[in-house]
């Protein structure tokens, strides 16, 4: 079945420091690929994604390139801050009438000043 | 735009009650639903696809029997815990499938529900 693997948590940075989330997934077809991010006490939001090879999903900074060749989306931000202390998903949708999201078990983000 | 509510935020029950958590779309029409259930440290899985005027679809192992689902309409669903129990314990979240615009079949997530029986 489909699967996603992130790097384990917890990450601590200081602010403007770069940041790296590692995420390769294991998918039977062609999936969508997503980065969702949890704020303490809201729910999850997109952050971004991207939906076939070589796509570069951005938002707020961060970035992540769909690789199908390593089968990975990999998050990056140049410059992190302390309001980008989160806690970040990968998921994957497969194609197709499939709604559904499988997601990495998330990794805890800490941005100190 | 795209809002999703649950309700309640978190519930404290005694072990054998039902307890029912509600799922709100506040801004958008969801034909869609789903459940997920999250434990501590580990990702969100999903529970089930509530499908709005039909029956939900279980994942397998998730017991329909203890996890009721009804979406009786096109902004709520509805997830009953049954006779509950402490390994019932766990934080439940839901998220609509919008069909609108910009955001056609994005998922919207609630804010989830913390539930602890004791």
Known sequence: GDSVTQMEGPVTLSEEAFLTINCTYTATGYPSLFWYVQYPGEGLQLLLKATKADDKGSNKGFEATYRKETTSFHLEKGSVQVSDSAVYFCALREGGSNYKLTFGKGTLLTVNP | ?118
């Open chain 2, 1 to 118: 735009g795209a809002v999703v509510s649950q309700h309640p935020s978190w519930v404290i029950c005694k072990s054998g009650t039902s307890v029912k958590i509600e799922c709100r779309s506040l801004d958008f029409q969801a034909t869609t639903m789903f459940w997920y259930r999250q434990f501590p440290k580990q990702s969100l899985m999903l529970m089930a696809t509530s499908n709005e005027g039909s029956k939900a679809t279980y994942e397998q192992g998730v017991e329909k029997d203890k996890f009721l689902i009804n979406h009786a309409s096109l902004t709520l669903s509805t997830l009953t815990v049954t006779s509950a129990h402490p390994e019932d314990s766990s934080f439940y979240i839901c998220s609509a499938r919008s069909l609108g615009g910009s955001s056609y079949n994005e998922q919207f997530f609630g804010p989830g529900t913390r539930l602890t029986v004791l």
